[in-house]
C-alpha cells in the first residue's frame, strides 16, 4: 500500500472517527445525471465523415490510449463539443496531422 499524504491521513482519520457523513444527490440532481446518460447513449442516427488519414490514426491512437474504440471516442467528443463541456486534456501521442508533440501534463 502507498504511503499516504498529510490530506489522505485526515481524511481516514475523519472517516474512522465517523465524523464523516454520506449525502445523497437532490432529485433534480438526480434527473439531470439521468438525462445526460441518457443523451450519451441514444444512437438514433448514422453519419459518413471524411477525415485525413492522419487526424483518423491520431484519433484511433488517442482511443487506445483512452481505452475505447475510436467511434466511441468520436461520437463522445461531438457530444461533449455540442453541449458546452469540451475540455482538451493533453497525450503524449505525437500529432501526425501537425507534426508537433504536445506536452504532458503531471498527473
Request: glycine share 4%; no cysteine.
Amino acid at each position: 500500500m502507498k504511503k499516504l499524504d498529510a490530506f489522505e491521513k485526515d481524511i481516514l482519520d475523519a472517516y474512522e472517527k465517523g465524523e464523516l457523513k454520506a449525502t445523497s444527490p437532490s432529485k433534480a440532481r438526480l434527473a439531470k445525471f439521468k438525462a445526460a446518460a441518457t443523451a450519451t447513449f441514444l444512437k438514433e442516427k448514422r453519419i459518413n465523415i471524411r477525415l485525413s488519414a492522419p487526424d483518423l490514426m491520431d484519433i484511433q491512437a488517442r482511443a487506445l490510449e483512452e481505452g475505447m474504440p475510436y467511434q466511441t471516442l468520436i461520437a463522445s467528443v461531438l457530444h461533449k463539443f455540442v453541449s458546452g463541456r469540451l475540455v482538451e486534456p493533453s497525450s503524449n501521442l505525437t500529432s501526425r496531422s501537425s507534426g508537433t508533440r504536445q506536452k504532458r501534463r503531471a498527473p
